[in-house]
């Protein structure tokens, strides 16, 4: 009889343990109940011969980053309250729940309600019940599978409402965890931690470069947005004294300042070919500098006499009936082309190169009054490591002399005249 107790009360904590590991997310961001129209029927059905289903309306696009929420926390019960629509209307409401997870887990999610609900991670449906109405609350609407792995989600919770329904659309959220693995960090989402994670590092919002004007006045400022599924940048012309925004435009990209005047230059295409305009940073009026300007990027002298521009050398072709390899780096795409700098005389349209030869070269800074260039020649040494070898010439074109300032050394990012 004694064991028999024994084996009773161990089974009893096995199962009190197993139920303990469920959590209920108490705390969330509501943004919101609004009313929602059915769509006018002028038609029975659809293209693919399907009848209308309200619960479809949970399936439509509805983000909300950007959107002002506010903090809400769940009932004793663990439900949160959801009014009941007015006679005759819908409402949908929508709530997100941060989870969080220190290390990996894995279990279900479980959402217990009695009206239509979503489930979505960001943009994506994990799951929902759509017209399917659970008879009961103890019973989950909506079973989704979670898996963390070091990170956090932002979990969306879309419900959808009538008045015809039986019982209001309270909702309850449950997390039950795998056996021997952890619980998620309720309080590190409520004190708002967020994990370094993929997303984080290449998505969002993020400042790519900023070009002061060579007064000081402007400053043109380069945003890269990242999302999920799309990118976008955009510049905002900024008052240098005081960051107020004047302009913000996505037409910039690549724009650089003249020299010594407030103005921006660019590269554009049209069907006659490329051009150089200069822009008004405010206004945005744009008139052309130079027509049918050849190359591809480009710097502008100091003095404004010349413009030295890039171009792409393509290399000798493979060999389409034999496999060789000239280097490591062979088996890349467009290993056999080089980078070339040409001069472009802005007076007489002149256009001739700056060096000549086999390797890639690059012009890293001119001096204060365009009378020098420093250029960068760029070789690759198979037999010694750091294979990137970098050779910096001191170069004066009015004279033609070239001084070595370095020859042959590891790769060199950036060289400056001070």
């Known amino acids: 009889m004694k064991g028999t107790t024994t084996s009773l009360a161990l089974l009893a904590l096995c199962l009190a343990g197993s139920t303990a590991q469920a959590q209920t997310l108490t705390k969330a961001t509501s943004y919101g109940t609004h009313a929602v129209s059915r769509p006018v029927m002028i038609d029975s059905v659809n293209v693919h011969n399907q009848k209308f289903s309200l619960g479809s309306l949970l399936k439509t696009s509805y983000k909300t980053e950007g959107l002002k929420g506010t903090s809400v926390a769940a009932a004793s019960n663990g439900f949160f309250a959801i009014a009941q629509p007015a006679s005759g209307a819908s409402t949908f409401s929508s709530y997100s729940f941060p989870l969080i997870s220190q290390g990996f887990t894995k279990g279900t999610l479980k959402l217990y309600g009695r009206a239509r609900y979503a489930l ?114 955009y510049q905002e012309i900024r008052e240098g004294a005081t960051g107020k925004v004047l302009r913000t435009t996505q037409s910039l990209y690549g724009a650089e300042w003249m020299p010594d005047e407030d103005v921006l230059v660019m590269k554009t295409s049209n069907r006659a070919g490329d051009q150089l305009v200069k822009i008004d940073p405010v206004s945005g009026r744009s008139t052309v500098w130079i027509d049918k300007i050849p190359g591809e990027s480009f710097m502008i002298s100091p003095d404004k006499r010349s413009i030295y521009i890039y171009e792409e050398v393509k290399g000798p072709e493979k060999d389409k009936l034999l496999i060789r390899r000239l280097s490591p780096d062979d088996r890349q795409p467009g290993a056999r082309d080089r980078q070339a700098l040409y001069r472009y005389d802005i007076a007489t349209g002149v256009y001739e190169p700056v060096l000549y030869g086999y390797r890639s070269v690059s012009l890293l800074d001119f001096s204060a009054d365009g009378s020098q260039l420093l250029l960068g020649l760029y070789t690759k040494d198979w037999q010694h490591s750091p294979f990137d070898q970098t050779t910096v010439l001191r170069y004066t074109p009015a004279t033609g002399r070239i001084d070595t300032v370095f020859t042959k050394q590891f790769e060199i990012g950036s060289v400056s005249f001070i």
Do not use: M
């Open 120 to 233: 979505y991670d960001g943009e994506t449906l994990l799951g929902s019940n759509e017209d399917k109405l659970a008879e009961s609350d103890t019973v989950p609407a909506v079973s989704v599978p979670l898996t963390l792995i070091a990170t956090n989600k932002n979990l969306v919770v879309k419900v959808l409402s009538t008045a015809e329904d039986k019982a209001r659309g309270d909702f309850k959220l449950v997390f039950e965890p795998e056996e021997g693995l952890p619980q998620l960090d309720l309080k590190a989402a409520s004190d708002g931690v967020r994990y370094i994670n993929w997303n984080y590092l290449t998505h969002g919002k993020r400042l790519y470069y900023t070009h002061v004007s060579p007064s000081g006045k402007y400053v043109l400022v380069t945003y890269t947005e990242r999302a999920p599924k799309k990118g976008v940048s």
